[in-house]
């Protein structure tokens, strides 16, 4: 998604800028931009479709310097990718705007301006911004008292950098549903839309909340708060090294974070594990009180994190007895939803700002759930803020934009919550409790053993490299297990890949296999494994060819066209987790012998912070 960086200093802010927009790559976009103003006091403007590097080596032969800017990497929504709606962009040439997010009734401000005079160079929704605070500019003088005049008029999200030729003085910042954040210098002060993209120049940071507008100078920041009335945020500063956001040894950030999982999976448990029992208030200190009188659970999310819900909902009705409904967000929110008594609304996100979630999150609360409750990564996010209660994976920065040890934090997020409600609610032996409290302490090690397999799954990924199409297939939570698998191979080789219960195949899909139709299937050593095997016998008999993930006592053999790779021993409960890991590794490979941007795939963007 789109990504914004700004900057007043005293020094030359171009590569500072440049360097921001590159820590920002990662969310996906499709051209970038920036605006300064140079010493002679004129705004300056480059903008390239394409990738940063293409803005960067522009800005080198251009020469573009100044100590007040903005910049910009967009991701389309409204009109193409293209350099003539690549951001800022800019009113007259004195005046210029960087947005996230959309304007809805961009349309009705556009005949507008257009009856007043206004000429328009490009098909976004944001020129209409850059020509209404123009207007405004023109009736109050006084750039940041026209901004507070502007957004009244603006229907819809925006995170908002505006800077002007005639007010060289102020950075000037807007938010209303798309994050912002300030960085705090010394005698320089920068903006983001991700604190990401600051953190190679301050480790201080100033969140704007819902509704704020900020007059960003370099000695002082101003912040007016949704009424209108000057407010202080809060200064916080950032631990977390700043480098979280380099690849170190690795070829791509996904395969760091691949490998990052046994140590993300561990900080996720710190703390939180009593000697026999989850500890129950790492959900918050209500949570005790709330989760005894949890009848239901509605689980909501997107993408992989509402796999992580399928996988949750066997857990929560298995092993704490809890009824569980799973529903992705885009579809929730706009649905006539039925709400049982008592049922705990449930959010997963690993940037806690993606649009559909974050507006079903809204909408439940005017429902009459009993709580809600955010499974997140990001703990200033919209979603934490917006809950009653959250429990923050640890996953740290996910650079890459297929999500891996999110997913697998997530997941462990979400077995610590069943265990809470089943141990509260009295559903969960306390045996049961404390041998899964056990195999959770023991689950990096696991973690670490099936990553050891690497390059046995880079070896199988070969099979795959020509192929168009794949069948993932799992019963019972391994079937969300072939899900998230699917849509890892399709994300990022773009290779077609469906998942299915493996039971399900006789009734339709055994049509295509075929020999240029891998079968890849998880298969733990459970009370499925007997039908699996007899369903792995339905593909071998047309011809397919199968890469079967197993459990060693499950017995299965290598043989003509069935590849098999014995796993780490695990209980049950914790297989998905655990099988989870060599399916990210057998996408990641493949995506890499196909030649694919495995960081950043083409289309995708890492947070989805429109609808
Ligand atoms: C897939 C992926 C997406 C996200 C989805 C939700 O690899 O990353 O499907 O899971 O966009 O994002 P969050 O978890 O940030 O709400």
New binding site residues.
């Given amino acids: 998604m789109c990504g914004i960086v700004g900057a007043v200093a005293e020094r030359n802010i171009s590569a500072i800028l440049l360097e921001g927009l590159k820590r920002l790559e990662y969310r996906g976009y499709d051209s970038a931009g920036i605006a300064v103003l140079d010493a002679a006091g004129q705004l300056q403007r480059l903008r390239r479709s394409g990738k940063v590097a293409e803005l960067e080596s522009a800005q080198r032969t251009a020469e573009l310097t100044g100590r007040l800017g903005i910049a910009h990497t967009r991701w389309a929504t409204h009109g193409a990718p293209c350099e003539r709606n690549a951001h800022p962009h800019f009113s007259g040439d004195d005046l210029a705007v960087v947005h996230n997010g959309i304007i809805e009734n961009h349309e009705a401000l556009r005949a507008q301006l257009k009856a007043l005079g206004y000429s328009f160079a490009s098909d976004t929704d944001t020129e209409v911004i850059v020509h209404l605070l123009k207007h405004k500019l023109g009736e109050f003088g006084d750039l940041t008292v026209a901004l507070k005049s502007a957004v009244k008029e603006l229907h819809g999200a925006y995170g908002l950098a505006v800077i002007s030729a005639k007010q060289p003085d102020r950075l000037l910042a807007a938010r209303s549903g798309s994050p912002l954040v300030i960085g705090l210098g010394l005698g320089e002060n920068f903006l983001a839309s991700d604190q990401l993209a600051l953190r190679q120049v301050t480790d201080r940071f100033m969140y704007l909340e819902e509704g704020d507008i900020a007059e960003i100078r370099r000695d002082s920041v101003q912040i007016w708060d949704v009424d209108g009335q000057p407010v202080q945020r809060e200064s916080v500063q950032y631990h977390e090294g700043a480098e979280a956001a380099d690849k170190g040894e690795y070829r791509h950030f996904m395969l760091k974070e691949i490998h990052e999982q046994p140590k993300v999976v561990q900080r996720t448990l710190e703390g939180r594990l009593g000697d026999s029992q989850v500890l129950v208030q790492a959900f918050g200190p209500q949570a005790a009180e709330l989760f005894a009188k949890v009848r239901n659970v509605q689980i909501v999310?997107?993408?992989?994190?509402y796999h992580a819900g399928m996988v949750a909902r066997y857990w929560l009705e298995e092993l704490a007895g809890i009824p569980c409904q799973v529903e992705v967000a885009s579809e929730f929110r706009y649905r006539k939803v039925v709400v049982q008594p008592d049922t705990l609304f449930v959010t997963i996100?690993?940037?806690g700002e993606?649009a559909d979630?974050l507006a079903a999150l809204r909408n439940a609360k005017q429902l009459g759930y009993l709580a809600s409750l955010a499974i997140c990564n990001v703990g200033i996010s919209s979603l934490v803020r917006e809950s009653d209660l959250c429990l923050l994976t640890q996953a740290g920065p996910e650079i890459g934009?297929?999500?891996t040890k999110?997913f697998t934090t997530q997941l462990v997020g979400l077995m610590l919550l069943t265990l809470a409600l089943g141990q509260v609610r009295g559903t969960l032996a306390a045996a049961t409790e404390a041998d899964l409290v056990a195999e959770l302490r023991r689950l990096p090690t696991r973690l670490g053993e099936a990553l050891a397999m690497d390059a046995t799954v880079e070896k199988i990924a070969e099979h795959f490299a020509e192929k168009h199409h794949t069948l993932f297939l799992g019963r019972g939570a391994q079937y969300p297990v072939a899900m998230e698998g699917a849509?890892?191979l399709k994300?990022i080789s773009y290779i077609h890949a469906e998942a299915y219960p493996a039971g399900e195949l006789k009734h339709g899909p055994l049509a295509l296999v075929d020999a240029d139709m891998p079968v890849v299937t998880v298969a733990p050593n459970n009370e499925l494994l007997e039908k699996l095997k007899s369903n792995l016998q339905e593909v071998r008999a047309r011809g397919g060819e199968l890469i079967v993930f197993a459990d060693g006592a499950a017995e299965m053999e290598n043989g003509e066209g069935t590849y098999v790779v014995n796993m780490p021993h695990i209980h049950d409960a914790l297989a998905p987790i655990l099988y989870t890991l060599p399916l990210q590794l057998l996408s990641y490979y493949v995506a890499v012998l196909r030649g694919t941007d495995v960081d950043q795939p083409r289309n995708l963007a890492k947070?989805?912070t429109v609808e």
């Fill in positions: 999310a997107c993408g992989t994190s996100s690993q940037s993606t979630t934009v297929a999500s999110a849509l890892k994300e947070s989805v």
